[in-house]
């Protein structure tokens, strides 16, 4: 096992109810250490930029108007396995088929605000994880 850096990102459901605590305590909880964040509104120019790869998908335009509507708070998660560890604190996409436990059945509101992103393997990590963070802001 190799210690990881994953890009996670608390979406404006999630900020709008005030979750950040306790969403950071989940990855907290899991081992997962929180060594970048910062409270960023995006534009829905920088939306439609970071999910370029769903925009053949029916529902980018709901989803970056979604991302761009109210503040994010963007982060880097580091740990074992902290890419997969991520995924599995934040459950499935769809709240009604996450797991017990993870931040998306107790705190998502339906399939497309559901609370939380997190990067799904090490090449797309990397590459979010730059479109948002300098080398300096990232203190292990
Ligand atoms: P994420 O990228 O946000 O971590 O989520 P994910 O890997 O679990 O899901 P993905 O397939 O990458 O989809 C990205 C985000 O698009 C929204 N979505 N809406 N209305 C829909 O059917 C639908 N499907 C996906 C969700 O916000 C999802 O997290
Ligand atoms: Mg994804």
């Known amino acids: 096992m190799a210690i990881e850096r994953t890009l996670s990102i608390i979406k404006p459901d999630a900020t709008r109810r005030n979750l950040t605590g306790k969403i950071n305590a989940k990855f907290e909880e899991a081992g997962l250490r929180i060594v970048a964040q910062k409270r960023i509104k995006l534009t829905m ?3 439609g930029q970071f999910y370029e790869v769903h925009k053949e998908r029916p529902f980018y335009g709901e989803l970056c108007e979604f991302m761009a509507s109210e503040p994010v708070v963007v982060q880097v998660l580091e740990g074992e396995s902290a890419i997969l560890k991520n995924r599995e604190v934040m ?16 705190f998502a509101l339906s399939v497309g605000e559901n609370s939380v992103h997190g990067s799904d393997a090490p090449d797309t990590a990397a590459q979010e994880i730059s479109f948002f963070f300098s080398g300096l802001e990232l203190v292990g």
């Open 91 to 106: 459950g499935a996409t769809n709240p009604a088929d996450a797991a017990d436990g993870t931040i998306r059945k107790e």
């Open 45 to 47: 120019d920088q939306a």
